[in-house]
């Protein structure tokens, strides 16, 4: 009987929320400074991010039922996150190196390894994400992560030191000039068996 | 005090009214179930693929610390501070210690699951249940692996969700054939399809718009960017210099071709061109980036939002088949 009302409510609430998780991502992307858009745009963007936002339930406090009811629901629905892929620009790529140190003084050099393409994707993926801001609270466990992961096939190692930076690629003239990706570092850090030391 | 005539506030009303109705229309037009057979066989070829893609990495992608990549932990940890009730594999593999069952035959377990559940999905059989299952386990891996998912997952994961809701069995599936099922109610049909429709207009116009704020995609450089860019260098950078006047062509189509999806997928004349337009650009994106999970969740739901001839049912149908 109420087949309709109950069809054309959901659709209401769920296209709602749709439209605040996407624009919350392009005032986000306006607020980073990161568009064409000129830089006296910013702080409205971020007001307006603030916005969407608050429509999501997100300026509630972490254990409101009501934040986390709607968390769930965007999850199950899969539309937690906007549809921003490769804008405004591409970003840049990112690179872990390790350097491995062993007792008898060999130093190697491996990166994160995956056995597939389809892994190694997702790997790149999560190397972009430690590049992110956001998650600067979970980035040295992820690192310290990744090298127990490498240490693991080389238990020998004494010493392990992650460099983790940016791949900038030249531009079309740089590349025809001859000049080819730059790899600058971002942060590192050393490993060892007992301790673990920032750098 | 102003006073409203009445033939003015009737007109006023009949104008809601009629705004009303033509938004009802809009959203319970009468559909058969071609479009839903297109997704779910689809979308269980989706599954599929992503299962076996994955098949080597399973393991190593979400077991927990100290025997994976990273560890599971962290990523469903970050997805528990948004919500402590979003399934994880987590959930999975504490259930799976109740009965003494190890984390490794516990993921195993969900990977014969969901490619099976992608196979029944492509076959039709259990249809409703299966897609529930795909669904189930596609969420829990996408939030235990958090950290390692990008666009194609959330995609996937809004796909199997309206599958999961959407009137299943549709009449092409064994469901259908083997239990003999009623044909299911048109305007529920044509409901579950709107919504995907309008789900790729916001996909589309929002990714559009965010790429018309990048400087880079009207100079051609965000191509430029994209194609070298590992693990993507499927197209020898030598070959892109070649056709570098092409690239800021091609760059503000993308834009252009994006931002007005919304616009020109309605219109019957043009709908066919976006269409196939849009396609070859996911079909490009998959052959020349390798992101074929991601190409062939989108070239689905396209194909069954907008691809498949609309045969509208007829009222009788709508009758026999106890709408309303």
Known sequence: MYWRQIHWAWFGIHFFLLTAVCFAGIFWLIAQGSTILPSASDEYARDAELAATWCLGKEAEASNPLRRGIAMYLHAAGIQAGYTFFAPNVPNQHRLTFELFYDDGRVEHQSPQVLSKAAALRLDTLLDKLADERYEAVREVLVKMLAFSVWRQHQDVKKVRATFGSVNPPDIDEFEQGKRETFQPMFSFDFSLRDDQDQ | ?324
Request: overall charge positive.
């Open chain 2, 1 to 324: 005090m102003l006073k409203l005539p009445g033939s003015q506030i009737n007109a006023g009303a009949s104008l809601v009214k009629k705004w009303w109705q033509s938004f009802c229309r809009f959203l319970f037009p009468s559909e058969t179930d071609t479009w839903l057979a297109a997704l779910r066989i689809g979308l269980g070829l989706q599954v599929v693929v992503y299962a076996l893609f994955l098949r080597s990495d399973w393991h190593y992608l979400f077991a927990s610390s100290g025997k994976g990549l990273v560890g599971r932990e962290i990523g469903e940890g970050i997805t528990s501070f948004d919500s402590p009730f979003i399934p994880t594999l987590g959930w999975l593999v504490a259930i799976g210690r109740n009965f003494n069952i190890s984390e490794e035959a516990v993921l195993s377990v969900t990977w014969v699951c969901l490619l099976s559940a992608g196979c029944l999905l492509s076959l039709g059989l259990f249809c409703r249940a299966a897609a529930i299952v795909a669904w189930l386990v596609h969420l829990c891996a996408a939030e235990s692996g958090g950290l390692l998912a990008y666009g194609a997952d959330s995609l996937m994961t809004t796909a199997l969700f309206y599958l999961m809701l959407s009137p299943l069995p549709d009449r092409y599936s064994f469901d259908h054939w083997v239990a003999k099922t009623k044909p299911r109610n048109p305007q529920a049909l044509g409901f579950w399809r709107r919504v995907l429709q309008v789900h790729l207009c916001f996909v589309y116009f929002i990714g559009g718009l965010a790429k018309c704020l990048g400087n880079g995609w009207w100079d051609g450089s965000n191509l430029w960017r994209s194609l070298i860019r590992p693990p993507f260098t499927f197209v020898p950078p030598d070959v892109l210099i070649r056709f570098r006047y092409v690239l800021p062509l091609l760059g503000i189509s993308i834009c252009l071709l994006e931002v007005s999806y919304p616009i020109f997928i309605w219109i019957r004349k043009t709908r066919v061109i976006w269409l196939v337009c849009i396609v070859a650009m996911h079909a490009a994106i998959g052959l020349l980036m390798g992101l074929y999970l991601f190409a062939l969740v989108m070239i689905v739901m396209n194909i069954a939002a907008f691809g498949v001839v609309s045969n509208t049912a007829t009222p009788q149908t709508a009758t026999e088949s106890g709408a309303h």
